[in-house]
T-cell receptor, first 116, second 114 residues
Framework: EADIYQTPRYLVIGTGKKITLECSQT?????MYWYQQDPGMELHLIHYSYGVNSTEKGDLSSESTVSRIRTEHFPLTLESARPSHTSQYLC???????????????FGPGTRLTVL | KNQVEQSPQSLIILEGKNCTLQ??????????LRWYKQDTGRGPVSLTIMTFSENTKSNGRYTATLDADTKQSSLHITASQLSDSASYIC?????????????FGRGTQLTVWP
């Protein structure tokens, strides 16, 4: 079982609210990622970080923002939630970048977000 | 275009039966291929990883194969159990870019009935 945690697990909010999805890991991994996953669809990378003070946008355009002030913590923020943001958000971490032999990504349990 | 295609999209089998899931990819240059298991409402968990030189890898009742020439992989599940009900995702890493990209398939939804 991976030591990566996400809170909340489920969130239902109204349009226009600001929300922060929390993600923390205790494995000391430098690399962390946020994915968005809709039912029956592949995971889409929306943000990633190489380490503290490093954040990059992923492949899928997202209105969310992230920060990496501490190695173990990688929160995702939506300033003004909309129904189109309804989805499952998965956080992951890895020891190395993809392509390396130790690039296994360890995933958190996810946050199911519903915006009404 | 780098892609990962999985088949079938969904599969129902009876407990105790075997099944095989397929993954075809076009990712290049290839680094490794993983199979992940994702239970409903949970994050994916890595089952196996194979590099270019490996053509089979087992993890208990799960056996993955890789044909790097045809760019195909399969995941064989033996003597299925109810707990095998999950989505199985094929993920391919490239090694060409500084980021190192992961390409995800859409998964095969497996349901095991008693």
């Amino acid at each position: 079982e991976a030591d990566i945690y996400q809170t909340p697990r489920y969130l239902v909010i109204g349009t226009g609210k600001k929300i922060t999805l929390e993600c923390s890991q205790t494995m000391g991994h430098d690399k962390m990622y946020w994915y968005q996953q809709d039912p029956g669809m592949e995971l889409h990378l929306i943000h990633y970080s190489y380490g503290v003070n490093s954040t990059e946008k992923g492949d899928l355009s997202s209105e969310s923002t992230v920060s990496r002030i501490r190695t173990e913590h990688f929160p995702l923020t939506l300033e003004s939630a909309r129904p189109s943001h309804t989805s499952q958000y998965l956080c992951a971490s890895s020891e190395a970048l993809a392509g390396a032999s130790t690039d296994t990504q360890y995933f958190g349990p996810g946050t199911r977000l519903t915006v009404l | 275009k780098n892609q990962v295609e999985q088949s079938p999209q969904s599969l129902i089998i009876l407990e105790g039966k075997n099944c095989t899931l397929q993954c075809n990819y076009t990712v290049s240059p290839f680094s490794n291929l993983r199979w992940y298991k994702q239970d409903t409402g949970r994050g994916p968990v890595s089952l196996t990883i194979m590099t270019f030189s490996e053509n089979t890898k087992s993890n208990g009742r799960y056996t993955a194969t890789l044909d790097a020439d045809t760019k195909q992989s399969s995941l064989h599940i033996t003597a299925s159990q109810l707990s095998d009900s999950a989505s199985y995702i094929c993920v391919v890493s490239d090694r060409g870019s500084t980021l190192g990209r992961l390409y995800f398939g859409r998964g095969t939804q497996l349901t095991v009935w008693p």
